[in-house]
C-alpha cells in the first residue's frame, strides 16, 4: 500500500502548486541547478536556449529551461540549511508523490542536484575568483543527523578521525561527512567527447594486450600487443560519426576477402591507424579492469580487498 501524505505533512496550495516553492510537477526537471541568492537564479537561466516557466515566492525563485538540449530546473533557496531542507524535500514531493491523492509514486524519480555558489579559502595558492568544487562536505549543522539513513549516506571512517584530530566537544551536533556524486569528478563516460577517442588505464604486468602508443598530443600513433606495462586499450571508445565510416568500410573488406577469422573489430583500427584520427583520454589506474583471463580475475579481487 502507498504511503499517504496527510495536508499537515504536505502542504499544497489551491492552484495545485508546492507550498513555499509554488511549483508544480510538471515544472521541474530531473537536473536541477540549486543556488542561494534569487539573483543568481535570473544569472544561470541567462545561458538557456529556452524558458519554459518561471515562479517567485519569497526568497524561493525558479526558473525551468533547455540548455544545450537538457531540461533543467535552476532554484533559489535562500540561507541556510534550514532553507535547504525546506527546497529539497518540496522538490522531491514535486517527482515523487502525486498531488492528486497525495500518495507515494510507485515508481520513483532520480533527481540530480549541483549546488552552485561561493566560499572563502585558506590556501594562498587560490587567488578569488577560482571556479573548485568540493569531493567532501562537511556539515556542522546536524540537519542530516534526524533523517533514516544517516549512516549508509555518510563517511563514517572520516567523521572518526574528523572529530579525534579536533578533540570534538560531544555538546555540539555531531559532524557529517558526504561525498560529492562520482559522476562529477571520476565518471568516464564524459558527454563533451567530440573526437574519437579510446578511454585508457594504466595497466602493469601485463600479458598479450593490446597498447596504445601516442604523442604529446595524445593522437594515437600505433597499436601493438605486447607483454609489458603501459596504456592499454580499455575497451570502452567513442568514435566520431567520419571515423565510425571509415572504420565500417574496413570492416566491410576484411568480410568480402574473407580473411576476418581471428580478427576483433578493434583489429580494423590497429592495422589502419595511419589513416585515422584517433586519441587517448587517460583514466585513472582501475577505474576500467578488463578480465581476460583467470590471472586478470585474481588480480582484481587482491584490488578490490583494498576498498573494503
Keep these: 500500500m502507498s504511503k499517504y501524505f496527510a495536508p499537515s505533512e504536505l502542504i499544497i496550495n489551491q492552484d495545485g502548486s508546492v507550498f513555499h516553492l509554488h511549483l508544480h510537477p510538471e515544472h521541474l526537471a530531473d537536473k536541477i541547478i540549486l543556488v542561494g541568492d534569487p539573483g543568481r537564479v535570473s544569472q544561470v537561466s541567462s545561458h538557456f536556449e529556452s524558458i519554459e516557466c518561471e515562479v517567485s515566492n519569497r526568497e524561493f525563485k525558479s526558473v525551468t529551461g533547455v540548455y544545450k538540449g537538457k531540461r533543467i530546473t535552476v532554484v533559489s533557496?535562500?540561507?541556510?540549511?534550514?532553507?535547504?531542507?525546506i527546497?529539497?524535500?518540496?522538490l522531491d514531493a514535486l517527482a515523487n508523490i502525486d498531488f492528486d491523492t497525495r500518495e507515494?509514486?510507485?515508481n520513483?524519480?532520480?533527481?540530480?542536484?549541483?549546488?552552485?555558489?561561493?566560499?572563502?579559502?585558506l590556501q594562498e595558492y587560490v587567488p578569488t575568483g577560482t571556479y573548485i568544487a568540493s569531493e567532501k562536505s562537511i556539515g556542522f549543522d546536524g540537519l542530516l543527523n534526524f533523517y533514516a539513513g544517516r549512516n549508509e549516506a555518510c563517511d563514517l571512517e572520516f567523521e572518526a578521525a574528523f572529530k579525534k584530530h579536533m578533540n570534538w566537544n560531544e555538546l555540539l551536533g555531531a559532524p557529517y561527512v558526504i561525498d560529492a556524486d562520482n559522476y562529477l569528478f571520476k565518471n568516464m563516460f564524459k558527454t563533451d567527447v567530440t573526437r574519437s577517442t579510446y578511454f585508457s588505464v594504466y595497466?602493469?604486468?601485463?600479458?598479450?594486450e593490446w597498447f596504445l602508443l601516442y604523442g604529446d598530443d595524445y593522437k594515437v600513433q600505433d597499436i601493438i600487443v605486447d607483454s609489458k606495462a603501459g596504456r592499454i586499450l580499455s575497451g570502452v571508445s567513442f568514435w566520431d560519426k567520419p571515423t565510425a565510416k571509415k572504420i565500417v568500410k574496413f570492416i566491410d573488406k576484411a568480410y568480402k576477402s574473407g580473411e576476418f577469422v581471428n580478427?576483433?573489430?578493434?583489429?580494423?583500427?590497429?592495422?589502419?591507424?595511419?589513416?585515422?584520427?584517433?586519441?587517448?583520454?587517460?583514466l585513472e589506474p582501475n577505474s576500467i579492469y578488463e578480465i581476460d583471463s583467470v590471472k586478470d580475475y585474481k588480480?582484481?579481487?587482491e584490488i578490490l580487498k583494498g576498498y573494503e
Excluded: S
Design 203 to 208: 595497466r602493469e604486468d601485463c600479458e598479450n
Design 87 to 90: 527546497v529539497v524535500n518540496e
Design 104 to 106: 507515494e509514486k510507485e
Design 108 to 121: 520513483l524519480r532520480q533527481l540530480t542536484f549541483v549546488r552552485i555558489g561561493t566560499c572563502g579559502g
Design 77 to 85: 533557496t535562500g540561507i541556510g540549511c534550514d532553507n535547504i531542507d
Design 263 to 282: 580478427l576483433y573489430w578493434d583489429n580494423m583500427v590497429k592495422d589502419n591507424i595511419n589513416e585515422l584520427d584517433v586519441y587517448v583520454e587517460e
Design 299 to 301: 588480480k582484481l579481487e
